[in-house]
């Protein structure tokens, strides 16, 4: 099942794409009788993800057209962000070799090297990517993310799916002259507002069954800047939810986001993409935000 976000008059509502048609929530509730909700986080919460997924395989022919006829073109949507406040945000740092080699930086080989982002920092597709006046280099960063679809603690890598909503193409940012001061400004140099653009579409589990061959890529301006496959990451998106899982507990709409194949430098007035296989494009503008005072902040 793929779910995509919009904007509809002033809010965002989710609805299952069926072919190249939309299909709100609102109108499968009324032909399938059902009461579903609107809402992509206030549907994880609920445990109902599942039994939405099975009244779209299962519907009949009959209702199947009648809400094609009331559904919209998805060429005629506004996409939005899933949703707007995940409780966590994980990052992955450096989860491909390759990137490493960009940083010159020491890949992780026993652990992955994660860190968190506050949801403050996000945005969807289409919003504006602003460049800090604090920094003078932002990368952007295409991934595939993991959206957890139930409560779960101190999981086992193979019951590790069970716990997945479904994945997400996400661009994450970095102030990586920040980054590189001292490895220690790594929170403010990730968490700087609209670091983090989150797809408008989520593909079920079910959606990939061949998870390790989709490839995920980074774009600028229309440019392939590096692509890679999920069989390249030094840590799979299964191992990265139990090993998470074991730090703390991941909650319903909490994100992974599994690393990038490569980071690109954006600039004002750059259009930064994230293409993953089988995945509506992720794209935003950039813009340099107000150049404030530079001077000492203390």
């Known amino acids: 099942m793929k779910l995509i976000s919009r904007r509809v008059e002033g809010r965002e509502e989710i609805g299952v794409l069926m072919g190249d048609v939309v299909v709100s929530l609102e109108q499968l509730n009324h032909h399938c009788q059902k009461n579903f909700e609107s809402s992509m986080q206030s549907l994880l919460e609920s445990s109902r993800l599942e039994e939405l997924r099975q009244t779209v395989l299962t519907m009949e022919d009959e209702t199947k057209q009648a809400c094609l006829r009331d559904g919209i073109p998805l060429h005629d949507c506004e996409l939005a962000p899933l949703y707007r406040?995940?409780?966590?945000?994980?990052?992955?740092?450096?989860?491909?070799?390759?990137?490493?080699?960009?940083?010159?930086?020491?890949?992780?080989?026993?652990?992955?090297?994660?860190?968190?982002?506050?949801?403050t920092t996000l945005i969807g597709p289409s919003d504006v990517i602003e460049l800090p006046w604090q920094s003078e280099r932002v990368t952007a960063e295409a991934e595939i993310g993991v959206v957890i679809g139930k409560e779960c603690r101190d999981v086992r890598v193979e019951e590790a799916a069970s716990y997945v909503a479904g994945f997400v193409a996400v661009i994450d940012m970095t102030a990586e002259d920040i980054l590189q001061k001292n490895p220690r400004f790594l929170t403010r140099a990730k968490n700087f507002d609209t670091f983090f653009s989150l797809g408008g579409e989520l593909q079920t589990v079910d959606e990939i069954p061949d998870l390790a061959s989709i490839k995920v890529g980074t774009y600028n301006n229309g440019h392939l800047h590096r692509e890679n496959i999920v069989a390249n990451m030094t840590f799979n998106p299964w191992y990265l939810v139990s090993f998470h899982s074991q730090v703390m507990t991941l909650l319903p709409g909490d994100i992974i986001s599994t690393g990038t194949p490569g980071a690109v430098v954006i600039h004002d007035g750059d259009m930064a993409e994230c293409r993953i296989d089988g995945f509506l494009p992720l794209i935003n503008p950039v813009r340099q935000r107000w150049a404030g005072p530079k001077e000492d902040a203390r």
């Not at 990137?99 to 652990?111: F, I, M, Q, S």
């Open 85 to 119: 406040r995940p409780r966590k945000i994980w990052g992955i740092g450096l989860n491909y070799v390759e990137h490493a080699g960009d940083l010159k930086a020491v890949l992780p080989t026993e652990e992955p090297a994660s860190f968190m982002k506050a949801d």
